[in-house]
């Protein structure tokens, strides 16, 4: 079983949807999360970190589940710009400081005219 | 503007060549990694450093070692490059302190061993 798991899709939406994106991991020693967001041929960059109150950045509201280690990404009023793929890590404290992270394998999206 | 840098993007060597990725991070981080990236395998840590000198196995660790000689530069070696290490590579660096810490990422060396 893989630490994190996603949907790899692709979610092919038109734009103005609402799309949601749901990841589980199996460390439950996990202590943080966040979602990255990698654009094609390009590197991962950090979204939003995930708290358990959920939260929210514009149109991106991320959320989080410890008890079923279910974390959730969801976009409101898709544009083209948001196609890319969209990574849901875990992360656990390094002795020496720092973190570890779990990446999934990513979520594409593809918003469409 | 925070900024990792590798030595290049695309890189083309010979099955039992030794091979240098060359990382440098212009933000003073402690902490820097190197992944591989693969199709349907995602991101997967190869080694990390969290000081000068210091290195840490990864995930992913066998067929590459790492150098950190100085604090702001983290290299990854391949001693004996095989055709099963080609691969994307992506440096990343991260501030020290806690758990929350966002990692950085470089651009990427894409490497195929031929």
């Known amino acids: 079983r893989k630490e994190v798991e996603q949907d790899p899709g692709p979610f092919n939406v038109p734009e103005g949807a609402t799309v949601a994106f749901n990841c589980t991991y199996s460390?439950?020693?996990?202590?943080?999360f966040f979602w990255y967001r990698q654009d094609c041929r390009k590197e991962p960059k950090l979204l939003m970190s995930?708290?358990?109150s959920g939260n929210e950045d514009g149109r991106f509201t991320a959320q989080l589940n410890r008890a079923s280690q279910y974390i959730s990404l969801l976009i409101r009023d898709s544009k083209l710009s948001d196609s890319a793929t969209y990574l849901c890590?875990?992360?656990?404290?390094?002795?020496?400081?720092?973190?570890?992270?779990?990446f999934g394998t990513g979520t594409q999206l593809k918003v469409e005219l | 503007d925070v900024k990792v840098t590798q030595s290049s993007r695309y890189l083309v060597k010979r099955t039992g060549e030794k091979v240098f990725l060359e990382c440098v991070q212009d933000?003073?981080?402690?902490?820097m990694f190197w992944y591989r990236q693969d199709p349907g395998l995602g991101l997967r840590l190869i080694y990390f450093?969290?000081?000068?000198?210091?290195?840490e196995k990864g995930d992913i660790p066998e067929g590459y070692s790492v150098s950190r000689e100085k604090k702001e530069r983290f290299s990854l070696i391949l001693e004996s490059a095989s055709t099963n290490q080609t691969s994307m590579y992506l440096c990343?660096?991260?501030?020290?302190?806690?758990?929350?810490?966002?990692?950085?990422f470089g651009p990427g060396t894409r490497l195929t061993v031929l």
């Open positions: 450093s969290y000081d000068v000198k210091m290195k």
């Open positions: 933000m003073d981080h402690e902490n």
């Open positions: 990343a660096s991260s501030e020290y302190r806690s758990s929350y810490n966002e990692q950085f």
């Open positions: 890590v875990v992360s656990e404290g390094l002795t020496g400081g720092g973190n570890k992270l779990t």
């Open positions: 460390n439950s020693a996990s202590q943080s």
């Open positions: 995930v708290y358990s």
